[in-house]
Structures are given as structure tokens and as C-alpha cells.
């Protein structure tokens, strides 16, 4: 892959940006300065990313050395096509839930006074996880990322939320010394951890070998792909809304972007013959264990969370299809567009529940009538998860398809059907519920303008994603020159 040094500070600013308003919002916790906070930071980081992404658009993939130390002895970030629209879903997601999280906690000091800091610092680890240029330095910031995901997801308090933190880092550790033993081997090895320099010079020898199953297993466990799902529904249940949406849009898929930055730049077909048959074999089974699990349930956020149980698996079909270009598109689109759809669909849901007082699929009957814009919104999200047109879930899918035609592997492409039906199979009866006339009078607590409009700036944005899909594409060309 073709790539410049540049002088230009903007990576570094995407990390240091959020970790100033981390700062800044656990000195000053009162309502002014962390509405100043926002203010600046966010308007400061969208400036970056553009310029970022504009350096990315016109020279390719871009390296930054931070203080001017490139690798071995200092740190490099490293951009390109997927790197920007990674960092794009991120910054989007992010600012839409902060939003919603300005009215979701008003009111409730003690949660607002740590959630802010944590929230701030879990936008610094995925933006430092989609720059890192090498494979300690992605370590780090995988756990910068963990150690806020595991504080808020247990933020609530409680038995269960404590149990589901809990659970989930435990299950992080044990994929971080996976990880962490990989890496080991691959410097002892070749000395090395820079992503490119470990692209050019890794052979098909055992090491290498062991190094890949190590840190690919260690990976998946973060990224909740089947059978190692078991922390997340539990987790999504727990957590607070705004923190169930970043959950399932971002910190699921920056494992997964680990895998695919490794898979794509660094192991070659010699070294990983089989194991791209394997993964795409979990990944169907995720999308059907999912799915099944999904239509199983009477609670709405447990339906979401085994929803993204099963989404998760369509990203895990690009690796037995790993030569077509059709395959990359559909799952780095697939990954963006899920992210928005997810986000939006948790939030929405957030509302109904917040209305409703209680998170019983069959009490949402008739609640469309107090509740127009986050219904909408649920459907908007749920019309990419099933991969219908126009929304951007179908352009992914679509691509997928093609590239199991392409490359002669049909059998992924029932997969995909099968899932779109049970994706139809468990949103259209919520659906239903909601849009049906109630022959009582539905009681239901105001939900602020602030938390629908969150949810239904994301479901647009998820439908604008597959209308104008020429953009996001072309960014994801430079990834593969």
C-alpha cells in the first residue's frame, strides 16, 4: 500500500482532543463547562477528521510520527480510507448519544459526574485504536477502550449491572493475554511491531502460525462473535442507553478492525490457508444463532442486543471470500452501517422504554401515538438491519452477495437471505406491537425532544448512507490500493 509521511497533526489531534474533554469534564463536572467542553470538542474534532480525511483523499494512506520518533523507538498513526470512516462513524455515534446522555442523566449527579470522563476517554481509545499504526500500540489503546466500556456498563450499580461489567472484563483479560502472547511471539520473531514492516517481512512459519491463532482468538472474545457472544446481551441489558448504543455501533467493531487491518495487511494467504473457511463458518452461525435468539424474546433491549449478535456475523463472511474487492466493500460497509442503524435503533428503543416504564415487547402496543419520531426512527434502523432498500444495510449485504456469486461460494448466500428473514422475523412483530391501535389509553412518561432527536438524526444518516453510497465507497478504494 502506497503511503506519505505527513507533518500535519491531525491524527494525533483525534486522540488528544477527546482525552482534553476527559480532562476538562472531570475537573469541572457542572453543567456550563461540560456543555463548553462539548462545544469546542467536538466542532475541534470534526475539523481534524476533515483534514485528515481530505490528506487521505488526495495522497492515500498518510503516517504521522508523534514527535517526530517514527517506528521502532517511537509511535506512529497511521491513516487511510477505512481508518477515516471508521474514525467518521465514531465521532458521529459518539456526539449523537453524548446528546442523548445530556438529557438521559439530568438529574442524576453522582452517574453525570463519572459518566462524562469515562465517556470522553472511550471516544480517545477508538479513535487511538483506528490510527495505531502498530500492534502493542493497538493493545494499548484496545485496553483504554475496555477499562471505560467495563466502568460503564456497570454505571447503573447493582447486582446485575456489577455482574455484567464484571463479566465482560473478565472475558476482556482473557482475549487481552491472547492477544498480548501473539504479539509476543511476533516481535520475538522478527522483532518488529510496526503493521507495514510486519506485512513485508512475516513467513509462513510456525511462530507466525501461533502468533496469528493467539491474537485472532483473543480478538474475537472482545468482539462477542459466536460461540464467545455470551457477555454481550447481558451487558447491553444492563448498561445505561446511551452506553448499550456505543456498545453494540462501536466497541464490538474495533476488534473486528483489528482483525481485518491484520488479515488485510499483514497475514498472507500462505499463513491463514483455512482459517478464513472458519471464521466465515462462525459468522453464519452467529448470524442464525442470532437471529433465533432474537426472535425468542419478549424483552426489546435483549431482542436489539442478540440482534447484534447475529449482525456481528455477516463481517466474519469476508474472510473465506477474502479475494474479492466485493467482499471488503460489503463487510467495511456492513460495519458502518450497522454501527449507525444499531445506535439509532438502541436509543429509539431507550425512548419507548423510558415512556413506557417498562421494556415488555407486548406493552408496547399503541405507542406510536405518543411517540411518532423514535417509531420512526426504530423503523428507519430496522428497514438497514434487514438489508432493504434504500438503507445502507442493503448495499452491504448486497455487495456480499455478489461476492459469494463471484467467487463461486453460493452457500454464504443463503446465509445472508436467511438472516434478512429472521431480521424481518423479529423487528416486524415490534413493529406491529408499537403502530397498533390500544383500545385503553396509553399512559407514558414525556421523553425530551433532545433523546428522539438523537435517534432519528442516526437512523436518517443510516438511510442517507445507502442513498449516496458512491462516496463511502470510493474512500473504501483507497484502503485497497
Not at 463472511?317 to 460489503?330: E, Q, R, T, V
Not at 428507519?380 to 438489508?387: H, K, P, Q, T, V
Not at 406491537?433 to 396509553?442: F, K, R, T
Amino acid at each position: 500500500m502506497q503511503e506519505i509521511i505527513t507533518t500535519a497533526p491531525w491524527g494525533a489531534l483525534m486522540v488528544v482532543i477527546p482525552l482534553a474533554a476527559a480532562a476538562a469534564s472531570y475537573l469541572f463536572p457542572w453543567r456550563s463547562a461540560l456543555m463548553a467542553a462539548s462545544a469546542i470538542a467536538f466542532p475541534a474534532a470534526f475539523y481534524s477528521l476533515a483534514l485528515l480525511a481530505r490528506d487521505v483523499w488526495v495522497s492515500g494512506a498518510v503516517r504521522y510520527r508523534i514527535g517526530g520518533w517514527g517506528s521502532p523507538l517511537g509511535i506512529d498513526l497511521f491513516a487511510d480510507g477505512l481508518s477515516i470512516l471508521m474514525l467518521f462513524m465514531t465521532i458521529v455515534v459518539v456526539m449523537a448519544a453524548s446528546i442523548y446522555s445530556s438529557f438521559y442523566f439530568s438529574g442524576d449527579v453522582e452517574r453525570k459526574r463519572s459518566f462524562w470522563p469515562l465517556w470522553m476517554f472511550l471516544w480517545a481509545g477508538l479513535n487511538g485504536v483506528f490510527l495505531s499504526g502498530d500492534v502493542f500500540n493497538l493493545y494499548v489503546t484496545l485496553e483504554v477502550m475496555v477499562i471505560a466500556s467495563v466502568a460503564l456498563i456497570s454505571l447503573k450499580g447493582g447486582r446485575e449491572a456489577l455482574l455484567s461489567g464484571m463479566r465482560y472484563f473478565l472475558v476482556s483479560v482473557l482475549g487481552s493475554l491472547s492477544y498480548l502472547m501473539g504479539v509476543a511471539m511476533l516481535y520475538g520473531s522478527y522483532g518488529i511491531l510496526d503493521i507495514g514492516a510486519l506485512g513485508r517481512t512475516i513467513g509462513p512459519d510456525p511462530a507466525a502460525q501461533i502468533a496469528i491463532v493467539l491474537i485472532v482468538t483473543g480478538l474475537l472474545a472482545k468482539t462477542a462473535l459466536f460461540p464467545l457472544h455470551f457477555w454481550l446481551p447481558k451487558a447491553h441489558a444492563s448498561a445505561p442507553v446511551p452506553v448499550s448504543a456505543a456498545l453494540s455501533a462501536l466497541v464490538v467493531k474495533a476488534p473486528f478492525y483489528i482483525i481485518l487491518r491484520l488479515w488485510t495487511d499483514v497475514f498472507s494467504h500462505d499463513i491463514i490457508s483455512h482459517a478464513g473457511l472458519m471464521l466465515g463458518v462462525l459468522g453464519s452461525v452467529a448470524i442464525i444463532w442470532g437471529g433465533v435468539m432474537a426472535l425468542r424474546q419478549t424483552r426489546l433491549k435483549m431482542l436489539v442486543a442478540y440482534s447484534t449478535v447475529s449482525q456481528i456475523g455477516y463481517l466474519f463472511l469476508f474472510f473465506p471470500m477474502a479475494g474479492s474487492s466485493d467482499a471488503f466493500l460489503g463487510c467495511v460497509y456492513q460495519a458502518l452501517s450497522h454501527g449507525l442503524a444499531k445506535a439509532s435503533m438502541f436509543l429509539a428503543a431507550g425512548n419507548l422504554i423510558k415512556a413506557l416504564g417498562s421494556d415488555l415487547i407486548e406493552d408496547l402496543r399503541g405507542l406510536r401515538q405518543r411517540l411518532n419520531i423514535s417509531t420512526f426512527a426504530f423503523g428507519l434502523a430496522g428497514i438497514s438491519l434487514m438489508g432493504l432498500p434504500p438503507g445502507a444495510g442493503f448495499i452491504a449485504k448486497w455487495q456480499l452477495l455478489k461476492a459469494s456469486i463471484e467467487t463461486g461460494q453460493w452457500w454464504w448466500a443463503i446465509i445472508i437471505v436467511a438472516g434478512g428473514l429472521l431480521a424481518a422475523g423479529y423487528l416486524f412483530p415490534v413493529l406491529r406491537n408499537i403502530i397498533s391501535q390500544s383500545q385503553d389509553p396509553v399512559e407514558c412518561a414525556k421523553v425530551p425532544f433532545g433523546m428522539e432527536a438523537a435517534a432519528i438524526v442516526l437512523a436518517v444518516l443510516s438511510l442517507v448512507l445507502g442513498i449516496a453510497a458512491a462516496v463511502p465507497l470510493s474512500l473504501f478504494r483507497t484502503a485497497l490500493l
